[in-house]
């Protein structure tokens, strides 16, 4: 194995690069595909698309119980990232919260993807985005 | 294209269950099965296929040969089914096509699960094993989420969402082979400790071993195992994501409407003519949000429609008699053979103190989640009396 499978996705991960079908117009993010999930489409034709920073909590749970590894409460949301350009449709993600009152969490949030480490593998960090409620706007 | 019909179930009591071995637990379900049969089956002569449903968590089932050395099959094909929480059901599922088929005059279905061998316990599996594409989403966030929100969209309450773990404790605590032997009050719900927010505790099913067998045969024999027997009316299998971008997905489960959908449309039935249902509760709000995905009430009246008691014994549409995941537990491969068991002993009028009222119809349903908690798959069987 030449390296860890997570770092398949670095780049987009780092600078959230998606794709867009430019068949039915659905983002993928982070895989590269050649096949839309949503159309069917196969082949499909995707285009590189640049996601913008700040989306929106679609929803969200609190996680107190965890694995020991894991200090509690870890936050986690279903996220729409919008287009970068506000073009086309957003791209549905999970995202871990950071940096937030829980009080502040609800539908409709906007949060902003900020990167940092999202786990240790034990030997490595795992950099990727978390989301938390943009500073200045509490 | 013949029909299949159930003939004969072997349940065992769910539980911690220490004491008993992985293959303990499979010739167990499988001696109450042969018991269970009205006019007998020879083990030796009459089964001509097996299914076997388990996802192997305990990593000591793995491919058919583990029947083999449980029950001394060795000659007999038999396929393992693995497809997540709803691998009991489309175990079933398979097996049915093979009898419909006309291939397979007797199939004997069999689903194990030994959840307490584990060294690492499901939230952990979910959360280390897969962390990068699932993002640290554990069981009860992937279920939580639904319910935020559900709360959300619909204003349904945390006390409707308790509800259903209420009833479903009732109801198990009636039956012998729960797991949970005990009831609560939303109170208790309310109060046990948080899991992942907005799901408590008491939310949540137990971790618990079992297994569970049951007989489908064809036309042509039948009536060799029984003169009543129960007819398979329909089945639906199908996957879904909320990363197809449809916001139902993000409280509901498009692979459970697609898969009863599929079932509807293959037997004829409709929402309206189900009696009694075992559905997926590993979460109360599973359930909840199932009865909106088979059609049993309206968009959004789950909560309304639990917290008036229509799902309760003696309600319109009795669900979970048994006490469900909730009450019963869950034990992967066993669970939606077990529902299957449980269905056919409500239509034939053997289910002791959960018996609903003469039952003529019944749909069992699972929602598994796969691939790191990124999509969900459903699946539904349809029982009726022929």
Sequence with gaps: ?138 | MTDAYVVGSGMIDFGELYDKSFDNMLEEAYLNLLDDVDKGVDPKSDIDAIWYGTIDFANEGMSGAAVGHALGQFGTSTTQIVNACATGSDTFRNAVMAVQSGNVDVALIIGAEKMTDATEGLIANAALQRLWRGRGVTMPAYFGLRATRHMDEYGTTREQIAEVSVKNHKNGSKYPHAHQQFQCSVDDVKNSPTVSYPLNLYDCCPITDGACAVLVTSDDVTNEFTDDPIRVAGSGLATGSFQELDDQALSHFPASRRAVSQAYEQSGLNPKDIDVAEVHDCFSITELVTYEDLGFCEEGEGGRFVEEGHTRLGGEIPVNPSGGLLSKGHPIGATGVAQIAEIYEQLRGEAGAVQVDSPETGLQHNVGIGRNATGSVGCVNLLERP
């Design chain 1, 1 to 138: 194995m030449s390296g860890p499978r997570y770092h398949r996705t670095r780049r987009q991960d780092k600078r959230l690069v998606a794709f867009e079908c430019q068949d039915c117009g659905w983002v993928s993010f982070p895989e590269a595909k050649q096949i839309c999930k949503r159309c069917g489409n196969a082949p499909a034709s995707f285009e590189e698309v640049k996601l913008a920073e700040r989306g929106e909590i679609q929803t969200f749970v609190v996680q107190e119980y965890l694995p020991e590894e894991f200090e509690g409460p870890q936050p986690l949301a279903i996220v729409d990232l919008p287009q970068a350009d506000g073009g086309g449709e957003p791209a549905r993600v999970y995202g871990l919260l950071t940096e937030s009152n829980l009080e502040e969490l609800s539908v409709g949030t906007k949060v902003d993807a900020r990167f940092r480490e999202l786990f240790t593998d034990g030997e490595r960090p795992i950099n990727s985005f978390k989301f938390s409620v943009p500073r200045g706007e509490k």
